[in-house]
């Protein structure tokens, strides 16, 4: 069974470029979370989908982060106009679920590196 | 708001030797969940260890085990007869057990583990 995946797993962009990224869950999974992690900082949550809905998106930092998640599979994360902060590791992770009083494992995708210059 | 605090930037261990890797947390939460993840250089995260607050046993999974003490609000990991395969970054991880709710992780910083043959 395939793992989470995510494209591109590299990305290098000028200040005030659009980037999307994107994540493939593991198949059947109904929960897709987005992390990121910025040089020497903690792994921080940007949102939590549940199929195609927004369950948490606490973690969006500001308005030119968009996540979608079309028809409850794959996830994009589109960053637009992209600032130099935003650099960092961009994770994302699937479980299943939902289920009354079962916690599942997150499974992580191999992160993908944004470079803002 | 939760934090998850390891203190140890890098850490580093001979070979088949004992290391443990600190973790401290705070939440005014009863229930909650606590992970050990790994990630080896260039690969993906992985889940190490869970553990259950409600549970006064301390976890163990083959080489790794844990020390939870609830009271202080402490979450270590040992690591015995370390194993070169076990260089990584490692990093603790606490979720609320809230049913329904959010299912974030919040991560601390990492530990850098380094063994020596």
């Known amino acids: 069974e395939a793992g989470v995946t995510q494209f591109p797993s590299h990305s290098v962009i000028e200040k005030g470029q659009t980037v999307t990224l994107r994540c493939d869950p593991i198949?059947?999974?109904?929960?897709l979370y987005w992390y990121r992690r910025v040089m020497g900082k903690e792994i921080k949550f940007l949102l939590h989908?549940?199929?195609?809905?927004?369950?948490?998106e606490s973690g969006m930092p500001n308005n030119r982060f968009l996540a979608e998640r079309t028809g409850g599979t794959y996830s994009t994360l589109k960053v637009q106009p992209a600032e130099l902060e935003d650099s960092g590791v961009y994770f994302c992770a699937s479980s299943q679920g939902p289920r009354p009083f079962v916690t599942y494992e997150q499974y992580f995708g191999p992160g993908t590196r944004l470079t803002v210059t | 708001a939760q934090t998850v605090t390891q203190s140890q930037p890098e850490m580093s261990v001979q070979e088949a030797e004992t290391v443990t890797l600190s973790c401290t947390y705070d939440t005014s939460e009863s229930d909650y969940y606590l992970f050990w993840y790994k990630q080896p250089p260039s690969r993906q995260m992985i889940l190490v260890i869970r553990q259950e607050a409600y549970k006064q046993q301390n976890a163990t999974e083959n080489r790794f085990s844990v020390n939870f003490q609830k009271a202080a609000k402490s979450f270590s990991l040992k690591i015995s007869d370390s194993q070169l395969g076990d260089a990584a970054m490692y990093f603790c991880a606490y979720r609320n057990s809230t049913q329904g709710g959010s299912e974030k992780l919040v991560f601390g910083k990492g530990t850098k583990l380094t063994v020596n043959p």
């Open positions: 198949s059947g999974h109904d929960n």
């Open positions: 989908f549940v199929k195609e809905s927004k369950q948490d």
